[in-house]
């Protein structure tokens, strides 16, 4: 949404949708980097969840959980920027 608002090209992945607001500023480009790695993670939990192993999805959680808490607290500091809260 926030790519959009700003009247940004529309993009085709998750992935490419990370990259992008690390372009734009929102996000640390090294940090978009990260979550564009975890799109493809989020890409085979979704088409080959019947093949996939628990054990990776427990070690992802374990290890980059904090990391969707981080893009969370951008995505807030980014809107309040916005809105001048």
């Known amino acids: 949404m926030i790519i959009s608002e700003e009247g940004a090209e529309m993009l085709e992945t998750y992935r490419e949708a990370f990259l ?7 996000i640390p480009r090294d940090f978009s ?10 890409n085979i939990l979704v088409r080959q969840y019947s093949e996939f192993d628990l054990n990776k999805l427990l070690d992802f959680l374990k290890t980059k ?16 920027s916005k809105t001048g809260d």
Do not use: P
Request: hydrophobic fraction near 40%; glycine fraction near 10%; charged fraction near 35%.
């Open 33 to 42: 980097t990260r979550l564009a790695q975890m799109a493809g993670f989020r």
């Open 65 to 80: 959980l904090e990391d969707l808490e981080q893009f969370s607290d951008y995505i807030k500091e980014y809107l309040r």
């Open 20 to 26: 992008r607001l690390g372009e734009m500023g929102v």
